[in-house]
């Protein structure tokens, strides 16, 4: 975009060269003041921070890969398999997703604070993703072998070499203050802050260590240790809530209002969150393409052998597959045309929808399972009508979760939302439609399965393909209400006291109080 | 960032609801004029267009995973089976990637003249991505099965679907020109551009028809015509340049400026190419830690078994693994840091950068192909060795098209690229040796493995990781030259024409007349 473009130029504002004869004088002159104070080189952090948003999404969403790609038997009971999956794969997908989480939120605060880069923080800031990337697999061999220390060794060094090279960025950006965000540069007690984020930065690798000398003697408290880790920003912010409760309702000091880019519990910034669930979403629609590049195309020789050299009837074989990859296409697009409906109403993103958020993503990330289950077993089946009813169930978390986040948003700050989704907003109705799409659909699938045993794989995989045409479907009803409404009250221009029967009636939450 | 919070917010220019007593009137009121003409629900596009660009960009490098994953024995020799998998799997890795980038070349131009969806759009432009994430696919069927029609039939019809889906969003936008383009918007031959980009658009999906029609009869003619459809923007630049040249220097008439969105041989968007390239590095990047979690977390019987309880000797085994992962991400990590310091001062990008942008990611793509031919083989085998020298040649290869990108920014106009960086900049000297270092590197190492038959898969792997700190010595060793220079200088107040020498001499291109 044109700002961006803009905002690197501003960086470097100085001359163009000047003519050939006094070229050599603005060549030395331009390196004196200014180079010495490695000012020059500054950047925008907005590409850096767009590439770690997608490593990080992508990583996130990568530990599905060895739940979907499990192996279950025809004769086994789903359920049965299920159980011993949910013991181990699912577990560590979901403690992996968080945990990176973490880490990524960790990621905006300090480059909150940090708003500049140079070649440095660049390279160090490649460092600390290069761990990051690595905790996934730091974190299936703790689940693979939880009586083994050598896992949980693995993932604390990583944890406390992330945060060695925090604490290195920190350092150096305070060494150069131009790189630092505006309201901390101009502050006069900068080394108070910096020692403020230091410890908050070296808090979650001192845990760690804390949690390796325990994993020699007396490894649960390690676990412990780590899920702290985790739950720690919720923790201190309730901790606070009720120390500040105890004491009566202590003002916010002026002060504080300088740490607000590095309060765990502050706002989220909202184009980060928008830029992670793309990346989010983006994997996961890519992942059954990936699956069915590599797996279904067929042998040359078997298809010489098997199908007389017809390669129609060998793929018709592969007919379910690709159902279901449009199938899960179709459901993921949506899944995140809502969301981009939704966040183009938010103005604020505050810490508990980025919560919703995070585990809505983190059932968007579990997609890839339903569509390997509901293909997998033959039509009619006891094991497909149970995967089926799988696919609903994360559907609908995806969906309920993203609703969260508008609730959250209503119940919030009056600021967290654009004035046309509030209650009695412009938009609200149809809104409200859009996110209670999802959820009502999986959840009437869901009783469908439970009424029908007819119900199959194809006929789900069909639906999933129509419900683009139920939003469209959706606009057209709540266009022709509007126009309804219109017809009838604006003529006779009744008052103020008939509308809220036009109001979703299913709507507990409101904002009455203006 | 701030600016797109800003930009949402201006197409929803109007009030906060109004207070209690009048919120019904504003209610109805807020409806009446805007609502009618869909004005309200338009969007601005850039999240939309930023998720095209990660889906786009995973899908053109999925393909590379078949080709990593083709398993060579250990008793072939690595040339003969890399030879057969030249023949498909690489051809169709290439091809695809070219296909897809093509896809998105039009897709930025589509875009270019539709500045502001609404959610009718957004959900034609997910259909759209659905078709072109499938394109790989049946790209692959064709190159398995070249003799068969079926996988032509499948490509044509797709990319018939996709033109015919941009026809009707081009169709959509003209008939509600608030999305358009603010120049299109403005003009008053609207219907004239209309069919011009209609025209451009369906281009395409005519020939593909041919191709199909010639499928039936004569199979050689279609591939031909695909090979159109890929390069049709270069003959068609090249034809135009030759009708020129022939009439004579014709001038741009005024009106032409106005068609700049949607000439394919325009520049490109910048930051579209940003976030395309961001994607594919951030997947190429990933792609490593997908294959090492699933493969190499040990099965808990067979640690038992085999190393009688031992993970750290089961883990040893993966040794070269891990160093391969670290090393392989290193190099991904820093191609990116190249390519971001490169374009950190490109203002603006032609098509000629675009192509060998293009070129340098193909061969990026490929890095993961590198990473598993390198630990794949027994140390000091002869396949070893030539592994390296095959990583070593992707690694040149997209180290030499990043630096093709910067010569032909400054062989090209004068605005394509910041003073800083041009011929006698100030960060001059400092881009063109980070821009050569990695294929000074490759081409070293690639020199070593002919000499030393000693040189393994480890040592190789070390070097790439500690090329970052070449990185960090470079900045070093500039700063140092500079100083040194700035002391002999600048008390000396030399004249002119001493300063050329300390240009780097082997930049044979300059730009001196200024």
Redesign the interface.
């Known amino acids: ?1 044109g ?3 803009g905002e ?2 501003e960086h ?1 504002v100085e ?3 000047e ?7 603005s ?2 002159e ?3 003041p200014s ?1 010495r104070e490695g000012n ?2 500054t ?1 925008s952090s ?3 921070l ?2 770690s948003d ?2 990080i999404s ?2 996130a969403t ?2 599905i ?2 739940v979907a ?1 499990t192996k279950i038997e025809d004769d086994e009971e789903l359920k049965e398999s299920l159980q011993n999956l949910l013991a181990t794969k699912i577990a560590v997908y979901l403690m992996t997703f968080l945990i990176v989480t973490v880490a990524w939120a960790a990621h905006i605060r300090l480059f909150q604070v940090i708003e500049r880069i140079d ?2 923080l ?2 160090l800031n ?2 600390c ?2 761990l990051i ?2 905790l ?2 730091t974190f ?2 703790m689940a ?2 939880p009586e ?1 220390i ?2 949980i060794l693995l993932f604390c060094s990583c944890v406390i070499v992330i945060g060695l090279i925090q604490a290195i960025i920190v350092t150096y950006g305070f060494r150069q203050p131009f790189l630092l965000n505006d309201q901390i540069q101009t502050s006069e007690n900068q080394a108070f802050y910096k020692w403020h984020i230091l410890k908050v930065i070296l808090r979650v690798p001192i845990l760690c260590f804390v949690a390796i000398i325990f994993s020699f003697f007396f490894s649960p408290m390690s676990y412990v240790l780590l899920a702290i880790v985790i739950f720690l920003p919720y923790i201190s912010q309730s901790v606070k809530w009720c120390y500040r409760k105890a004491k009566g309702q202590v003002e916010e000091s002026p002060d504080s209002m300088l740490f607000y880019s590095f309060h765990p519990n502050e706002p989220l910034s ?2 980060r969150v ?2 992670f669930s ?2 989010v ?3 996961v ?2 992942l059954l ?2 699956d ?3 797996d ?3 042998d ?1 020789r078997e ?1 010489q052998e098997k199908f007389r050299g017809s ?2 009837e060998a ?1 018709q074989g592969f007919g379910p597959e690709f159902l279901a ?2 199938g899960s ?2 459901t993921v ?2 899944l ?2 809502v969301h ?2 939704l ?2 109403h938010v ?1 604020k993103t505050s810490r508990l929808m980025g919560l919703f958020n995070t585990f809505s993503l983190a059932f968007v990330g579990g997609l890839p399972l339903a569509y390997q289950l509901t293909h997998e077993f033959p039509r009619n089946s006891r094991n497909e009508l149970e995967a089926i009813q799988i696919s609903c169930v994360i559907i609908f978390f995806a969906g309920i979760f993203q609703m969260a986040i508008w609730v959250a948003a209503l119940f919030g700050e009056r600021r967290a939302l ?3 989704v ?1 209650y ?4 609200h109705a149809f809104m409200f439609a859009k996110l209670a799409l999802y959820p009502s659909v999986a959840l009437g699938t869901f009783l469908l399965t439970c009424a029908l045993s007819q119900f199959s794989a194809p006929i789900f995989h069909l639906m999933e393909v129509t419900v ?1 045409f139920a ?2 479907l959706l ?1 057209l009803l709540v266009r022709v209400g ?1 126009a309804l ?2 017809f009838v ?2 003529p006779a221009k009744r ?2 006291s ?2 809220p029967e036009y109001e979703d009636p299913r709507l507990p939450f409101t904002e ?1 109080v ?1």
């Open positions: 975009m700002e961006n473009e690197i130029v470097h001359e163009e060269p003519r050939n004869g006094t070229r050599t004088h060549f030395l331009s390196l004196t180079d020059s080189s950047q907005h590409r850096l767009a590439y997608a490593l992508i990583i990568v530990m890969l060895p790609h070649d440095c660049a390279l490649l460092a993703m290069m990337t690595f996934p697999y299936s061999l693979t072998f083994n050598l896992g909202k184009e928008e830029a793309d990346g979403y983006a994997i629609a890519t393409i990936l069915i590049c590599e279904n195309v067929p040359p298809v390669l129609i793929l990859y449009f296409f179709a697009g949506l995140w045309f981009h409906s966040f183009l103005t654009h004035p046309y509030r009695a907003g412009r938009d683009p939003f469209l606009r509007l409404m219109r009250f604006s008052s103020a008939d509308v009455m203006n």
